[in-house]
């Protein structure tokens, strides 16, 4: 694939390099690794292929080699040459083509996957864009070739129910292991208190802007290991929840940690977006993740390329904007979709 226009901030993310943090390096990765591997799993691939990770914007790419490619994630529009295609399913693109995808209109970040994976060099066993160390490839540039495998569509996928992101809901957490460094007054209003989404969030961590988080114990906390989800508190009390980039240590007491069921969720959250937090029991966090991972499995179905294609009308029909006329034949029926 040749990089015609890169978008806000387009990676090349798989779910990271786990087991160095002991040398200063993160594991990063995916900021969003639940929806990483649906867009793997439609596209046909192992969850470890690396994908490219849009932000807010997407880029434009050409494609020298026939391709089969899938989008999941925040919603957007996308074009191959000037025909729209649905996200959440497989899609056939041939060699010469040109792949557009416009703006996010909801989630903050959309995972495209290429059958085979996108084949960049791995540095530490991983393909990912550690944009904090600036380990791995390079953000997207113009002019800038990504190297894949030639596929045909022979298995077509779809999910078999549509991603959505509930904004609604409470983050889910459990006490951090600095919990106690805070005032009971402060838990109860991380609780009852919805929190605002930042501007200056990154793939480090998002932070929040809410009522302040108050310290009952005012030493400095010496450095000590952090884990993605964890909502450290600065000395103004503004949480910030750690995201994959953040650095394996830190020097920042931790109030309470974001279940791993629902890290995907922040890492979706939009500026401005308001957030809100209930505490759960641990038990609970492992049913959320047993649930999550029950979801993953059967989240992908096969069908025939005329019924995918039916699929895709249905689909493109919610976002009027991106349909002018389209059409499938199916069982000797006729099925057309116009603007």
Not at 213 to 227: F, I
Not at 283 to 305: F, H, I, K, N, P
Not at 314 to 330: F, N, R, T
Request: proline fraction near 6%; glycine fraction near 10%; avoid cysteine.
């Amino acid at each position: 694939m040749r990089v015609l226009h890169a978008g806000t901030l387009t990676t090349v993310q798989d779910p990271g390099r786990p087991g160095f943090a002991h040398l200063g390096v993160s594991a990063a990765g995916a900021a969003d690794p639940f929806t990483l591997s649906l867009a793997n799993r439609l596209a046909g691939n192992r969850e470890r292929e690396a994908a490219l990770e849009i932000t807010l914007t997407g880029p434009r790419l050409a494609f020298e080699k026939d391709a089969v490619i899938a989008l999941a994630g925040g919603r957007l529009a996308a074009h191959v040459d000037d025909v729209p295609i649905a996200m959440e399913q497989t899609v056939a693109v041939r060699a010469g083509q040109v792949l557009s995808l416009g703006a996010l209109s909801s989630g903050l970040r959309t995972y495209l996957a290429v059958a085979g994976g996108i084949r960049v060099g791995r540095v530490l066993g991983s393909r990912a864009t550690d944009t904090l160390a600036g380990l791995g490839p390079p953000p997207l540039a113009h002019g800038q070739r990504l190297p894949i495998r030639a596929a045909q569509l022979r298995h077509a996928r779809y999910l078999r129910r549509p991603w959505r992101l509930d904004t609604e809901q409470p983050l889910r957490i459990l006490p951090g292991p600095r919990a106690d460094w805070f005032t009971t007054s402060a838990l109860e209003r991380l609780l009852s208190e919805a929190y605002r989404v930042d501007a200056a969030s990154d793939r480090t961590g998002v932070r929040l802007q809410g009522p302040a988080l108050e310290r009952a114990d005012a030493r400095e906390l010496h450095s000590e290991g952090m884990a993605t989800g964890a909502l450290q508190v600065p000395a103004g009390g503004q949480p910030i929840a750690l995201l994959p980039n953040h650095g394996p240590t830190g020097g920042y007491p931790a109030i309470a940690t974001l279940i791993s069921a629902d890290q995907w969720r922040i890492a979706q959250a939009r500026p401005g977006q308001s957030v809100t937090f209930r505490q759960v029991s641990r038990a609970e966090a492992l049913d959320a993740l047993r649930a999550q991972a029950g979801y993953l499995r059967r989240a992908v179905a096969t069908a025939d390329a005329e019924l995918l294609r039916v699929r895709e009308l249905i689909w493109l029909s919610q976002d009027p904007s991106a349909l002018g006329e389209l059409e499938v034949e199916h069982a000797g029926g006729h099925i057309r979709l116009r603007r």
